[in-house]
C-alpha cells in the first residue's frame, strides 16, 4: 500500500510535522482543519468565515487527490461552545446535504487562539 502526502503549507504544518491530507490506495484523510485566512492566518471571528476558509482547505486538499466533498465518508467537527453549533450545522449541511457522511460533532477546547470550529475528513478515494 502505498502513501501520498499533500502540504497546504501552513507554519503549523511544519512545526507540528504534520501533512494537510494523507491518502493510501483507498482512503483520503484530512487533518482537522481550522478557519484561518489560507493567506495572512488571520483567524476571523466570524464561524460563518471560519467554516468558508475550513472548507475551501479541505476542498483543495480533497482536489489534489481527484476527490471533492461527495466522496467523503466521514466527518469529525470540534466545536468550542453549543453556542456555534447551528452554524456549523447549517454548513455542514449546505455541503453534504445530498450526499452526507457519518459525523461526530465535540464540543471540546481549540489551541488554535480565537478558533470556535475544527472539522477533519475522510474521503474515498476516486478510482
Known sequence: MSLERYSSGTR???IAAYSR???DDLYIHVSGTVGGDPQTGAMPDA???QLANIFATIERALAHFGAGFA???RSRVFIVSADVLMPVAA???ARFGDCPPTNTTLIVG???PGA???IEVTARRPG
Open 91 to 93: 454548513a455542514l449541511k
Open 21 to 23: 491530507a494523507v491518502a
Open 47 to 49: 464561524v460563518e468565515d
Open 110 to 112: 481549540i489551541p488554535a
Open 12 to 14: 503549523f504544518e511544519e
Open 71 to 73: 466522496d467523503v465518508t
Open 116 to 118: 470556535k470550529v475544527e
